[in-house]
Each structure stands twice: as C-alpha cells, then as structure tokens.
C-alpha cells in the first residue's frame, strides 16, 4: 500500500503538469494567440515548475522565457514589465553562479528572512515601485500603477530568489495576480491563464521550499 501511495503521488504530479500544460496549449488555440504568446506561456508555465520545486535548471528555462516576455511586454508598452524582466534575467544568470555553491543533487538549499531582513526588503520594494512609476509615466508607458506594482514585485522577488530566499514566493504570489489584471485589461487570455496557473505553482513553491531548508541553521 506505501508502494502504491508513493507511485500515485509521484506520477499524479507529473500527470497534473502534463495536464496544466496541455491546458496552456488548449487556452492558446480557442484564443486564436500567436505562437509566440503560446510559447512563452509554456515556458511560463515550465519556469514556474522548476522553481516551485528548487531545480537548478529553473534559470535556464526563464532566460528564455524572459526573453519572449520582454517581447510581448514592449508590443503592449508596458515598459515595466519590459525592465524587472531584464533585471530578473540578468538576477538568473548570476544565480546560475551562485546556486552553485548551495546545491543538493541539483536542488537548491533555501534559507529564511529576518525580521530586520524583511524590513529592508518591504523598503527596497517602495523605493523600486515609486522610481518605477515615476519613469513609466514620464514615458507614456500603459497602466503606470499596476505596471509600477509588478516591476518592484518582480525585482524584489528575483533578488529574494537568487539569494534563495523562501519568502521570495510570498511577493511571487501578489506578482502573479497583479500580472493577471495587466494581461486581462490588455486582452491577452493567454497570458493571463498562464499567470494563474503559476499561481498554484507559486502555493506550491511557498511549502515546498520550506521542506528544503537546511536541517541545522538557515
């Protein structure tokens, strides 16, 4: 029966992803989206996946899921997104360096944010959001405020993910439903289905990293 039980758990989830992803390419083909769009919905989907589960390949998949999103991001003038993705792609690249270091069997050895750390956090994400508005209005970029809200999230939650962070998925979670209202008010369905789904990923990554913390000391 434990036989079973282990087999039926660690299928299911291969099955529930395959499934997801089959939902992505569903939601692509009734909404008519370019095959671009559908593709960096996928990669979305897969880059949501490795992380939640502490993969060290993570950081391959999102250089290029960072790089069609950036594409899609300047199309709708959401010069935003357009940055804290860049500035997350170059957060991966130097992650590729530094997780290194903290791997076991390819997964990454997470750790936990003070007090004192999450206070700076909270004051580093204001200042971001505030410098983001300010440039994205100048600009005549679409949805300042919400775009502003996405790009310090997204910076903020990279730099907790390369430093490998647990509470990264706290502010990946508020991310990913901002994400959902800018893809929805722009029309993009796809997007903004792909966004969901990394949501549950994201619920997922929040536990799951917690289970990866080292046995003694953080």
Known sequence: MDTIRKY????GKYALWIALLCTELLIGYLTQSHVIAIGVAILGVISAICSAEGWYATHFVFLVYAAGSIAIAWHHQLYGEVVAMSISALGSLIAIITWRKNLRKQ???TRELTWGKWILTL???IIIEVI????ITHFGGELPFLNSIVMGLTITAEFLFMMRYCESYILYF???IALMLIWA???NWLLMCSCAISTLFTIYGMRNWKRLLPQKGR
Do not use: H, P, S
């Not at 983001?132 to 440039?135: D, E, H, I, P, T």
């Open 8 to 11: 039926t758990t660690k299928y």
């Open 132 to 135: 983001a508005y300010l440039c």
């Open 174 to 176: 508020i991310d990913d």
């Open 107 to 109: 997964t990454v050895r």
């Open 123 to 125: 004051l580093g994400f």
């Open 185 to 187: 008010l722009t029309g």
